[in-house]
């Protein structure tokens, strides 16, 4: 259960830039507008200080972390609902995307161009929102007349929720405001999850700032604005420089550090981006561990035992017995199983039990 993102944005804001910087895939940068046409898709390890104690601990033949997907698409400009610019064509590509992570310029450079003219990252905000809203709209407009009569006949029960539930959906398009903000039932949720809605989706405003103002953007009006919005929206935000993220890709993994500590930073903006998107969504991690691998596994808060056996195997899932767990903090602290055991730090759970974030689990099962 990798997490997929797709990163959105104006031309030139530094999409590319930082998708460089997360994927190493080198994909083209350039300072006009529609540099990229094609999505560029790329997978980043998730970085994760506890699969490296693990690792320590059982010296595994392999080694294996969770992933986070991302698409880079072209970037969007005022009008692309109406066929402006490369039009709305890359919305296809996100649709399958867990999140939306839009990036906003909050610097300031002559040499660099804005599509619009000047820099300003709320109206920068406002395209964006309202291209994804326009192209919400564009899906219900073509559904509901499918529907419409057997909805109203009051005969198909199924039809009757789904006809509510885009009408409500509708209404809020219709308004400006994205489903995401609307508060909708857990069937309600369910009847439009198949239209992979854009605007239903988590979204994250990743400021991109100059890197003078990295290691501390308080004096930045543009990031205090942006800031302002997403709380009012209850939206997430991350403040990051795609140019030193871009750096540090470059450079080897023993002098990233320092070059962070010379910048007064005390970890890559990456890290917190990923962290962000995984509270965003619900998302945690359990550890497998042996002789043989040391994997981390994503799964979403919530989730039983069984399901999350189900996510290395549907087998583990249907055959499950009973998960056998040791709490990350007290298997590192314990120095082994055998001592964690000895310490009463070694339990046997159900099919009842949720999973925690960093459970280390053996999952017995019976095919």
Not at 124 to 144: G, N, P, Q, V
Request: charged content about 30%; some cysteine.
């Amino acid at each position: 259960m990798g997490l997929t993102a797709g990163i959105v944005g104006l031309p030139n804001v530094g999409k590319s830039t930082l998708f460089n910087a997360l994927t190493k895939a080198n994909a083209f940068v350039a300072n006009y507008p529609f540099a990229t046409i094609d999505p560029n898709v790329g997978v980043v390890e998730v970085p994760d200080a506890r699969v490296d104690r693990l690792v320590a601990m059982y010296s595994p033949k392999k080694t294996i972390r969770t992933t986070f997907e991302f698409t880079d698409v072209a970037g969007l400009v005022r009008g692309a609902s109406k066929g402006e610019g490369l039009g709305n064509q890359f919305l296809s590509h996100i649709r399958s995307c867990d999140a939306i992570c839009q990036v906003v310029r909050c610097f300031d450079d002559p040499n660099v161009s804005h599509v619009d003219g000047s820099v300003d990252p709320l109206r920068d905000i406002e395209t964006i929102r309202i291209e994804l809203i326009f192209s919400d709209i564009d899906a219900i407009d073509k559904r509901l007349p499918k529907i419409e009569k057997r909805a109203q006949l009051k005969t198909d029960k199924e039809a009757i929720a789904e006809y509510d539930a885009l009408k409500k959906c509708a209404a809020a398009l219709a308004a400006e405001q994205p489903i995401r903000a609307l508060r909708l039932s857990d069937d309600e949720k369910k009847v439009i999850r198949n239209f992979s809605f854009l605007t239903a989706k988590p979204m994250m405003y990743v400021c991109n700032v100059a890197d003078t103002d990295l290691a501390d953007h308080s004096g930045n009006h543009y990031v205090k604005r942006v800031e302002e919005l997403a709380a009012k929206e209850n939206a997430v935000t991350c403040v990051i420089s795609a140019k030193i993220e871009a750096e540090l890709a470059q450079l080897p993994e023993d002098e990233r550090a320092m070059f962070l500590e010379e910048l007064g930073v005390r970890e890559s903006g990456l890290l917190d981006l990923i962290r962000k998107s995984y509270d965003m969504l619900d998302l945690k991690t359990f550890f497998t561990a042996g002789e043989k691998e040391v994997r981390a596994w994503t799964y979403r808060k919530g989730m039983k035992a069984p399901e999350c056996a189900g996510i290395i195997h549907t087998d583990f899932e249907k055959g499950f017995i009973r998960a056998e767990i040791f709490a990350y903090e007290d298997l590192v602290a314990a120095g082994s199983e055998a001592k964690a055991k000895e310490l009463g730090k070694f339990r046997l759970e159900g099919k009842d039990y949720p999973i925690a974030d960093g459970d280390v689990v053996h999952f017995r099962f019976n095919l």
